[in-house]
T-cell receptor, first 109, second 113 residues
């Protein structure tokens, strides 16, 4: 079957670094997305990885290992506004998205 | 910027009512999707469409239907609303047939009493 696993909740301190992990099992693989969703709002696109390695976009980076079926989202210099849910979604061989349940990130001052 | 607009932010309906949720996007995207989002569960795909007048069932189509008469508009219909359809409904659109980012509307929180 197809499955995406990510932690339900994480807590981190303002100014610190946090890594949110995601493991996936999909029928075929055409990449992995990360989205950010603030409470009561729509998910917004953060990153897409299809090749192994790290992609950096400002304070946010996303990493992919296809051989391990593993990705992580790295958030540096955490700000209070980073408190949100982070959704991981794998793309299967039919280009359908398989979604994780999301990781709620709580930032403490 | 792509804008995806859902007609209602909050909706309260009674059991058995027919409910229409409307979604419009302004970027000429071919693909449109309807998801529902419930606490502790990932986004679950109800229906999607890759073209006008075309529709495909997602993972949980039971109790729902859709209509796509125009490229920019994708409607979700609850034929006879039930309490287990109380949820947040998210519409999304994207460009092309390969992996491209979804652009989401702000969601409709539907309560069925």
């Amino acid at each position: 079957g197809q499955n995406i696993d990510q932690p339900t909740e994480m807590t981190a301190t303002e100014g610190a670094i946090v890594q949110i992990n995601c493991t996936y099992q999909t029928s075929g693989f055409n990449g992995l997305f990360w989205y950010q969703q603030h409470a009561g709002e729509a998910p917004t696109f953060l990153s897409y990885n299809v090749l192994d390695g790290l992609e950096e976009k400002g304070r946010f980076s996303s990493f992919l290992s296809r051989s391990k079926g593993y990705s992580y989202l790295l958030l540096k210099e955490l700000q209070m506004k980073d408190s949100a849910s982070y959704l991981c979604a794998g793309v299967d061989s039919n280009y359908q998205l398989i979604w994780g349940a999301g990781t709620k990130l709580i930032i403490k001052p | 910027d792509v804008k995806v607009t859902q007609s209602s932010r909050y909706l309260v309906k009674r059991t058995g009512e027919k409910v229409f949720l409307e979604c419009v996007q302004d970027m000429d995207h071919e693909n449109m999707f309807w998801y529902r989002q419930d606490p502790g569960l990932g986004l679950r795909l109800i229906y999607f469409s890759y073209d006008v007048k075309m529709k495909e069932k997602g993972d949980i189509p039971e109790g729902y239907s859709v209509s796509r008469e125009k490229k920019e508009r994708f409607s979700l219909i609850l034929e006879s609303a039930s309490t287990n359809q109380t949820s947040m409904y998210l519409c999304a659109s994207s460009f092309g047939r390969e992996a491209s980012p979804l652009h989401f509307g702000n969601g409709t929180r539907l309560t069925v009493t």
